[in-house]
């Protein structure tokens, strides 16, 4: 009753790389790294028109140019390409990448590619050619309505490879605040669907993206449950963390403009 399992059956004959992705993340083991500094995300405001697909295995939102990344340790711009999404079965575990061996219910990849390549085929030839940000999303009370286009959309395109239009969106509207992007894990890894590319920066973010357990079963209709694949052996690899220092930094700078403003001469105003 659903499209998933054949996907899945290519990846156990195809993908059998050291350096594979999903995987569970130990905090305990993760290295902070102070070059992981916060993201310049930029064209993420601007709002466009764009196409959602579903591909049968996944809802796909195609990218217009013009959206980019600048990250710390990464030495070039990324492009952003297209965002998907994975998820479970009726709102329950969903997300690829666990935390401490915890599964969120969804998680969101948005796919970028070295500024250099036209494709993401090209992009996978390149050992760091493709840098995706992974978002994890959290079950909430309330409705979040920055998702409700989305949500509204998916109800049109329940049909495997039918597409709809969604207007008036952008890709901050899908994340969460600048201010939480500062915490990100970071390691090298692959593509999660085939063939498995191992040419994936991969950063997945602390701060969760809340849903209402309404938004989070939209997937209902679509006879696509579990498009996730299992987590994989970490084998050779380390897990960084970037701590957020910067906003720690931006703590001390504010407290000692406090002290250093408490400490000039007075003028008063008169
Ligand atoms: C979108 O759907 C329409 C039919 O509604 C179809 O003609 C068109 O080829 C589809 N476009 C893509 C890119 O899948
Ligand atoms: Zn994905």
């Known amino acids: 009753q659903t499209s998933s399992p054949d996907v899945w059956q290519v990846v156990s004959q195809q993908c059998s790389g050291r350096f594979q992705?999903?995987?569970?993340?130990?905090?305990?083991?993760m290295l902070p790294d102070e070059q992981l500094t916060p993201f310049h995300l930029v064209g993420y405001q601007k709002t466009f028109h764009g196409r959602l697909t579903n591909n049968g295995h996944t809802v796909q939102l195609d990218l217009p140019l013009g959206i980019m990344i600048k990250v710390?340790?990464?030495a070039e711009n990324y492009k952003a390409v297209q965002v998907h999404f994975h998820w479970g079965q009726n709102g329950g575990p969903g997300s690829?990448?666990?935390?401490d061996g915890e599964q969120f219910p969804m998680e969101m990849h948005i796919v970028h590619i070295k500024e250099e390549y036209d494709s993401l085929s090209q992009a996978v030839k390149?050992?760091?050619?493709?840098?995706?940000l992974g978002f994890l999303f959290q079950e909430s009370e309330t409705t979040n309505k920055k998702y409700t286009p989305l949500v509204d959309a998916l109800t049109r395109i329940i049909e495997p490879s039918s597409n709809t239009t969604l207007?008036?969106?952008s890709l901050e509207m899908l994340i969460p605040p600048k201010e939480d992007l500062a915490k990100y894990f970071r390691y090298h890894g692959s593509l999660t669907t085939p063939d498995c590319a191992e040419a994936v920066v991969w950063t997945l973010f602390e701060s969760t993206i809340p849903l209402s357990r309404n938004q989070l079963r939209f997937s209902d209709g679509t006879q696509m449950v579990q498009t996730y694949r299992p987590v994989q052996p970490l084998n050779a690899r380390q897990v960084y963390y970037s701590k957020g220092q910067i906003l720690v930094v931006s703590w001390v700078l504010l407290i000692m403009s406090v002290l250093l403003s408490s400490a000039l001469p007075q003028y008063s105003e008169g």
């Open 96 to 99: 690829e990448h666990t935390i």
């Open 126 to 132: 390149d050992q760091t050619g493709v840098a995706v």
């Open 21 to 29: 992705s999903p995987i569970n993340i130990v905090t305990r083991k």
């Open 72 to 74: 710390g340790r990464l």
């Open 167 to 169: 207007t008036d969106i």
